[in-house]
T-cell receptor, first 113, second 111 residues
Framework: GENVEQHPSTLSVQEGDSAVIKCTYS??????FPWYKQELGKRPQLIID?????GEKKDQRIAVTLNKTAKHFSLHITETQPEDSAVYFC????????????FGSGTQLTVLP | NAGVTQTPKFQVLKTGQSMTLQCAQD?????MYWYRQDPGMGLRLIYY???????DKGEVPNGYNVSRLNKREFSLRLESAAPSQTSVYFC??????????FGPGTRLTVT
């Protein structure tokens, strides 16, 4: 089955700096890569996703890049703000009748004011 | 729309007791999922239902059963709870191959 590794497990940045979280996956058939943000005590919420036919996707201060050859993808957050502090999860999914997401173990991002 | 709802929010069980976690969605989604979340381990898929009338095992199905009651509802049952099943359980739903929307979660403690 799919295996997703996520690094780092914790990340602290100064407000206004950029943050980068990296994930690798094992199944070359995976073709969908979402990123979820989870605030303390809340449900995970999708912040951005990318499909395997695209190398990069941006949404305001958030971007995701995908390298299919190396089987890794990354989340980039620019101009970080205190409200970006949360746990971020990457996930990967292959083709099927439903999206069976395999999640990474999460990154606790802390943005220091 | 309420989105994805789950009941109960919190539950404490003794070892060997049984219970059913309820999940419902009002977004007319085809697919529904059950995950568990443990510290440092992300979310792991327990069972999923690609469409009404079908269910399949995920990564960690042992000790659980599910029922897709209709298009809206997908329940998770623990027949004989064990301390290893102490976790936060999330239900999610999606329209075919698109974004999964998560419910608020159920925090379960088994003593």
């Amino acid at each position: 089955g799919e295996n997703v590794e996520q690094h780092p497990s914790t990340l602290s940045v100064q407000e206004g700096d950029s943050a980068v979280i990296k994930c690798t996956y094992s199944d070359s058939a995976s073709n969908y890569f979402p990123w979820y943000k989870q605030e303390l005590g809340k449900r995970p919420q999708l912040i951005i996703d990318i499909r395997s036919n695209v190398g990069e996707k941006k949404d305001q201060r958030i971007a995701v890049t995908l390298n299919k050859t190396a089987k890794h993808f990354s989340l980039h957050i620019t101009e970080t703000q205190p409200e970006d502090s949360a746990v971020y999860f990457c996930a990967a999914s292959s083709v099927g009748s439903a999206r069976q997401l395999t999640f990474g173990s999460g990154t606790q991002l802390t943005v220091l004011p | 729309n309420a989105g994805v709802t789950q009941t109960p929010k919190f539950q404490v069980l003794k070892t060997g007791q049984s219970m059913t976690l309820q999940c419902a969605q009002d977004m007319n989604h085809n697919s529904m999922y059950w995950y568990r979340q443990d510290p440092g381990m992300g979310l792991r898929l327990i069972y999923y239902s690609a469409s009404e009338g079908t269910t399949d095992k995920g990564e960690v199905p042992n000790g659980y059963n599910v029922s897709r009651l209709n298009k809206r509802e997908f329940s998770l049952r623990l027949e004989s709870a064990a301390p290893s099943q102490t976790s936060v359980y999330f239900c999610a739903s999606s329209l075919a191959l698109y974004e999964q929307y998560f419910g608020p979660g159920t925090r379960l403690t088994v003593t």
